[in-house]
């Protein structure tokens, strides 16, 4: 219990650096959101108005502190940039709470093919003894590690979308309108996402396998006549999964906070998207927010992954 | 016998060997010779067809690819080199004190780790080119600072696995100074691994550089990264396959090269 | 080309807001494509048409980006709007009358006009409208150029008398201000209503805005389509994807370079935009303060060879701030500097100015704008040829209208200017004292001339008074005036009907399916 909280103050204190940082990151980068609005055809009058509205004429701390007090009382404010109507903006918890779905779907598809594919493709690796194979998949794996995740996502759409015409690029179906629409679109970012991933895991499953085969308890394990499979999946396959779930815990923290580049390739509504847009045009709200949610994502996962250490390898607890 | 088995070559190491000691050369000539300017415009060869007069054709620009991919290279790999020593820097000093000491240094250290690895790293890149502008210092500096957390974390448990090693007792009852024992004695223990993350941050950094290109916050032109060069030419995918190819295959045989090198390292030490 | 930057505007880049700048409309049609305009037209289907900024307002009113603006003209009408020649239509209104002496304007509503509820449109909706757009209602005016109006009246329930407080010949252009329905702009959670040939569906942010056809429209006839989506796109390389792909019939900002991409599946149109773009230079910042390094930067520049490599040869050259397509006040003054480079002339006036040798100079340039970027790179190929060394400084669009255009704290930039039906629009901005004079700009005889323009009430006099401008702002080399951009549309084969405007709008009530 102490340890969970002493885990919970430090998630808390580093929230709150983030958040005090984002929002002085706001004032430090040139820009601001009123000329964003206005643009080239900004009045003093007009800005001066836009201003008062947005409650940006007051002081930097107050502004602050309103804005925490709102959040801790569960208002997490409205967007400076995006309307709901014509005289209301969007609530960023609407906002949000419309783009994350997509972002938790992609990054759920992403993750099952990672490990459906990953892991059997690791095990055969550390297995299997032959040199052409061995190769092959060292070459495959460092070749999928060195493409830009961009260039990666183009190459997706030309290969499926507009050479086997397998989806139509752009033509992302919002899960309100067709639920298996969304995801069949969805499966193409997350190859996009994935083919990296799980040739990173694969050779990350690979070598801890091997490592542990040359363990002394597998020589045990032999002498005592257990058989080749027996050894590998009772045995080293369990301990080597060990390391191969903090590193699947960072792939996750790495999607879930969203995938900007591929977003932004698939033209997908997502967060990452939304993060971008939203710095771009100064929305401080809507940033603060998904700031905040990012940190606590990649947080959170650690803190699971360490969770699991704890409880499939009891040495750990006893540190 | 021994000392001829550490040095046999596996493959790896003579594949990586060669394409990364290809990449060097390509760079470092191309700092000082190009077989055509990289800025120079010509209207009438925009968009030519690789020939013997431009092996990798020209750009938009009329520009001849392959002497910008030289350029890009040079670019390319002083950015991952830079990248990597600076946030290296910082990952041994910050991972090796907080590691070795622990306390409340650790923890405080540890919670601005977090705070910096929690943060976006495209608004973290954002705010230092908003505030620095744009460019290629800038674009180094962006990144040295988002990969920082990841060297100290590294850097950290190396320490903590060595520090109550019996050599490191040893030198502690001898006297030896923290310092001499931080840096003189645990700090060539961990190198190796040091190395291996140093190469595997190389890479990181030459892709991130791409997607910050791709996202509009990378160099600037006339300058070129190879990162640019791919995202300009995916715009001219069938007009022009051979931009991309050119900056594409590129960038893969520099990663390759890089991780097929520190693959055959891990396995010659390992054998 | 492509607009990467997403960022940001882009996308980062992303697309941003605001946008005047660069935008793009057009005249004088030069269709690069084959037109299909025999084949017969059908009612119905639904059309997507891909835009690069995401809307910064669903308030007509409020609405400043152009990319907004180009949206809800679908939507939104004035009493009078602009039709695809640049003259003024009657919309909402049926007729109007102005005074001799330019101050009263007499609007008489269309019969049986309609807003997309249902409602009949009433004279209080006029009054309404009018008066919240120009601060009679809460003393603060909303568009700019209608806070000379002084006051609104019905006179009977067909009939409104609007009076100003100025005569002016380019007040009606700001008439076309949308009529929305008596207190929508204050009630709580309105969705936007208005009287144009399409209805509002939905907006998605970062998504789409989604139209539906109105049956009752006032023009007959119109529109042909049922159902209209603006997709809001991440960049042009995106766009490109996805016009590959299908998933978009229209998209209005093509680049040159990605014309030959899409040529043979799509109908490619250009046009020259409502964007003049320049070398804008800060003349109150050195060396630009130095009438003879502008003017020699103009000689140094070889606006063809521009032309060529960023427009295709699309573009037009200017050498002022005015667009080609307002024939009655453009005056050509491209022999002052020529449209090629003069270096010699170039060099001697960098040597009278004191710089025999050149200098550093940054050209900062929104990055969002890969148009503007690469024409920033054609010209420091150019500027080294005379000895100036410059640097691209690429910066996002926010940042770019805050230190940039607001903040005036800049060497050079290169971007484009909007402008609307009317000469003032691009030429006040030049008068010293003027707010949106971005590059200081200081000349007493422009300032002269400028004010005359404002008190002479003779057409043929002011005609003459907007060339003179143009020429002073040309000698004095305020800047270097580069292209009017050309605009470059892809369209579905299968459609057809697609008007150019010489504003940025985009009007899908004529675009139809052929047979």
């Known amino acids: 219990m102490k340890y969970f909280g002493k885990k919970l103050v430090s998630l808390i204190i580093t929230l709150f650096m983030v958040s005090v940082a984002t929002f002085i990151a706001f004032q430090i980068i040139p820009g601001d959101v009123v000329t964003s609005i206005l643009g080239t055809e900004a009045t003093e009058e007009r800005e001066a108005q836009l201003r008062e509205e947005l409650g940006l004429d007051k002081p930097v701390v107050e502004r602050y502190v309103n804005w925490m007090g709102g959040v801790l009382k569960g208002d997490l404010g409205t967007s400076y940039r995006y309307s709901k109507s014509m005289n209301e903006m969007m609530p960023v918890a609407e906002l949000i709470g419309d783009k994350l779905p997509v972002t938790l779907w992609l990054a759920a598809i992403a993750l099952v093919l990672i490990i459906v594919i990953s892991i059997p493709l690791g095990v055969l690796w550390a297995h299997s003894s032959s040199k052409f194979l061995d190769a092959f998949l060292g070459v495959m794996t460092q070749g999928a590690m060195a493409v830009p995740s961009f260039f990666l996502g183009v190459l997706v759409i030309y290969i499926f979308g507009i050479v086997m015409k397998m989806f139509t690029p752009g033509s992302y179906i919002s899960y309100h309108t067709s639920f298996a629409g969304f995801l069949g679109y969805l499966i193409f970012p997350a190859i996009a996402i994935a083919i990296p991933k799980i040739a990173m895991t694969a050779r990350f499953l690979r070598n801890a396998m091997l490592g542990e085969l040359k363990q002394d308890y597998v020589r045990t394990a032999y002498s005592k006549g257990c058989s080749k499979n027996r050894v590998m999946y009772g045995h080293v396959l369990k301990n080597a999964m060990m390391p191969v779930i903090t590193f699947v815990g960072m792939i996750i923290a790495e999607v879930v906070a969203g995938s900007i580049v591929v977003e932004q390739v698939f033209s997908l509504p997502g967060i990452g998207r939304l993060l971008i847009s939203s710095i771009s045009t100064r929305d401080f709200p809507v940033v603060e927010i998904l700031v905040l949610y990012i940190a606590f994502v990649v947080i959170f996962v650690y803190f699971i992954v360490d969770m699991l250490y704890r409880v499939l390898d009891p040495r750990i607890s006893g540190r | 016998m021994k000392r001829k088995h550490h040095l046999k070559l596996n493959k790896y190491l003579v594949a990586g060997g060669i394409m990364t000691a290809v990449m060097v050369i390509l760079a470092i000539v191309g700092t000082f010779w190009t077989p055509y300017s990289t800025t120079t415009m010509s209207a009438a060869e925009k968009f030519a067809a690789p020939s013997l007069h431009h092996i990798m054709g020209t750009d938009n620009f009329g520009r001849d690819i392959f002497s910008r991919v030289m350029k890009g290279l040079g670019t390319t790999m002083m950015v991952g080199t830079l990248v990597v020593v600076a946030a290296g820097a910082v990952g041994i000093l910050v991972g090796a004190l907080t590691g070795f000491f622990g306390g409340w240094i650790d923890e405080v250290m540890m919670r601005i780790n977090d705070a910096i690895n929690g943060f976006p790293s495209i608004l973290l890149s954002l705010v230092v080119i908003s505030v620095l502008g744009m460019g290629r210092q800038n674009v180094i500096l962006a990144l040295s600072i988002v990969f920082i957390p990841s060297f100290v974390r590294i850097v950290r448990s190396e320490y903590i696995r060595l520090r109550d090693m019996e050599f490191v007792n040893s030198a502690r009852i001898m006297g030896v100074s923290k310092m001499r024992i931080l840096f003189v004695h645990i700090l060539p223990n961990i190198l190796s691994v040091f190395s291996i993350s140093m190469m595997i941050g190389f890479n990181n950094a030459i892709l991130a550089e791409s997607g910050m290109s791709y996202l509009g916050i990378g160099v600037q032109p006339p300058d070129a990264s190879l990162g640019k060069m791919l995202s300009d030419a995916q715009g001219y995918m069938f007009t022009a396959p051979w931009y991309a190819l050119s900056a594409g295959v590129t960038i893969v045989v520099l990663v390759l090269g890089i991780s097929l090198l520190g693959e055959g390292i891990r396995r010659c030490s390992n054998d | ?515």
């Not at chain 3, 009433?122 to 309404?128: L, S």
């Not at chain 3, 109006?149 to 252009?173: C, G, P």
């Open chain 3, 1 to 515: 080309m492509k607009n990467k930057k997403r960022m940001l505007s882009l996308a980062l880049g992303f697309t941003m807001l605001a946008t005047a700048v660069l935008s793009g409309c057009s005249g004088g049609t030069n269709q690069s494509s084959e037109d299909n305009s025999s084949k017969e037209p059908t009612y119905g289907g639904s059309v997507v048409v891909g835009v690069q900024q995401d809307i910064d307002s669903l308030d007509p009113h409020k609405a400043t980006a152009a990319g907004t603006k180009e949206i809800l003209f679908n939507i939104f009408e004035g009493l009078v709007k602009p039709d695809e020649n640049g003259n003024l239509i009657n919309a909402v209104a049926s007729d109007y009358t102005l005074s001799d002496d330019g101050l009263v304007y007499t609007f008489t509503i269309r019969d049986g006009i309609k807003f997309h509820n249902g409602n009949a449109v009433t004279v209080n909706d006029v009054k309404y409208s009018l008066e919240r757009a120009s601060g009679l209602l809460d003393g603060t005016a909303l568009i700019g150029a209608l806070k000379t109006l002084k006051s609104v009246e019905i006179v009977d329930d067909k009939t409104v008398k609007v009076t100003t407080s100025k005569a002016s010949a380019e007040l009606i252009y700001s008439l076309t201000v949308a009529i929305i329905p008596d207190g929508s702009g204050e009630q709580e959670a309105s969705q936007p209503i208005g009287t144009g040939p399409f209805k509002f569906v939905s907006y998605t942010p970062q998504q789409n805005i989604v139209l539906e056809k109105n049956a009752d429209y006032w023009q007959n006839g119109l529109p042909y389509l049922d159902e209209v989506t603006f997709k809001i796109v991440t960049s042009s390389d995106t766009a490109l994807l996805e016009l590959q792909g299908g998933s978009i019939d229209v998209y209005p900002y093509l680049t040159d370079s990605q014309k030959a991409e899409i040529q043979g599946t799509f109908n490619v149109k250009s046009a020259t935009s409502d964007v003049v773009q320049a070398l804008f230079l800060n003349n109150a910042e050195a060396p630009f303060d130095n009438e003879k390094v502008r003017q020699a930067v103009n000689y140094a520049l070889d606006k063809d060879s521009i032309n060529g490599f960023v427009s295709g040869g699309n573009g037009e050259i200017i050498s002022s701030a005015m667009l080609p397509t307002l024939k009655n006040y453009y005056v050509d003054l491209n022999s002052t500097y020529g449209n090629t480079a003069n270096v010699e002339k170039a060099k001697q006036l960098l040597s009278e100015a004191g710089y025999p040798n050149g200098f550093d100079m940054t050209i900062t340039v929104p990055s969002s704008y890969e148009f503007h970027m690469e024409t920033a790179e054609v010209v420091v190929e150019q500027l080294k040829a005379v000895g100036i060394n410059a640097k691209i400084d690429g910066i996002e669009w926010s940042s770019w209208l805050s230190d940039v255009y607001s903040g005036r704290k800049y060497q050079s930039t290169i971007c484009g200017l909007t402008c609307d039906m009317t000469p003032s629009y691009l030429l006040n901005r030049f008068v010293s004292n003027a707010s949106k004079n971005f590059i200081n700009f200081n000349s007493a005889k422009f300032d002269e001339i400028y004010a005359k323009t404002l008190t002479t009430t003779n057409q043929t006099d002011i005609d003459g008074y907007y060339k003179e401008l143009q020429k002073i702002l040309c000698d004095e080399a305020g800047s270097a005036f580069i292209q009017a951009c050309p605009l470059t549309i892809a369209i579905n084969k299968k459609l057809d009907g697609y008007k150019f405007y010489p504003v940025y709008v985009q009007d899908m009530s004529t675009v139809y399916f052929t047979k």
